[in-house]
């Protein structure tokens, strides 16, 4: 069964600092990965995907996420953190069957 | 292209009530969701509808909850009987079922429910 785990349910940076956020899969096939966020008593809206067309992909609002699978990872990345970017994040799988499976989720918080 | 409608946003109930969620994908997307959001959790499939069929319900705890989709476009949601443990986000969501087949899916902003 193919599922993602995030490390860190929460995490704290200054803003201005790099954003890391963790997330490894686990998967017998090629998979279909995803990272979304959800702002307060929102949906969760799409960061951005990898669907093995390259390795680094560029999402919204600054973030990117590298696909690396000797380490089986798809870690979210951001340079520079900003205020606007406090919220929960979540890396999900797909699978060939058109099902999305949903890690724990990280919160975010950005430190003045 | 409007985005995928729920209400209602926002229902208190007492133990034992009904309560039912209603959900419009956008238009065209086959593949409809409902998920659950606990608290501090991601969240968890309840079930997958393609067109109007059931592709996976195998986490829906079918002896008090209940889902259709009868003309392959919206879908309700119903819980009957509620249990405090039901007390949960439900999001709605649609996808594509696309050539390329790199879909992803599209949130409502969901439905809180509180059970009391």
């Known amino acids: 069964a193919q599922s993602v785990t995030q490390l860190g349910s929460h995490v704290s940076v200054s803003e201005g600092a790099l954003v890391l956020l963790r997330c490894n899969y686990s998967?017998?096939?090629?998979?279909?990965l995803f990272w979304y966020v959800q702002y307060p008593n929102q949906g969760l809206q799409l960061l951005l995907k990898?669907?093995?067309?390259?390795?680094l992909v560029k999402g919204i609002n600054g973030f990117e996420a590298e696909f690396k699978k000797s380490e089986t990872s798809f870690h979210l990345t951001k340079p520079s953190a900003h205020m606007s970017d406090a919220a929960e994040y979540f890396c999900?799988?797909?699978?060939?069957?058109?099902?999305?499976?949903f890690g724990t989720g990280t919160s975010l918080t950005v430190i003045p | 292209e409007a985005g995928v409608a729920q209400s209602p946003r926002y229902k208190i109930i007492e133990k034992r009530q009904s309560v039912a969620f209603w959900c419009n994908p956008i238009?065209?997307?086959?593949?409809l969701y409902w998920y659950q959001q606990i608290l501090g959790q991601g969240p968890k499939l309840l079930i997958q509808?393609?067109?109007?069929?059931?592709?996976?319900d195998s986490q829906l705890p079918k002896d008090r909850f209940s889902a259709e989709r009868l003309k392959g476009v919206d879908s309700t949601l119903k819980i009957q009987p509620a249990k405090l443990e039901d007390s949960a986000v439900y999001l709605c969501?649609?996808?594509?079922?696309?050539?390329?087949?790199?879909?992803?899916?599209?949130f409502g902003e969901g439905s809180r429910l509180t059970v009391l």
């Open positions: 969501a649609s996808s594509r079922r696309g050539q390329t087949n790199t879909g992803e899916l599209f």
């Open positions: 998967s017998s096939v090629p998979p279909y």
């Open positions: 990898y669907t093995s067309a390259a390795t």
């Open positions: 999900a799988v797909r699978n060939t069957g058109n099902q999305f499976y």
């Open positions: 238009s065209g997307h086959a593949t």
């Open positions: 509808f393609q067109n109007n069929g059931v592709v996976d």
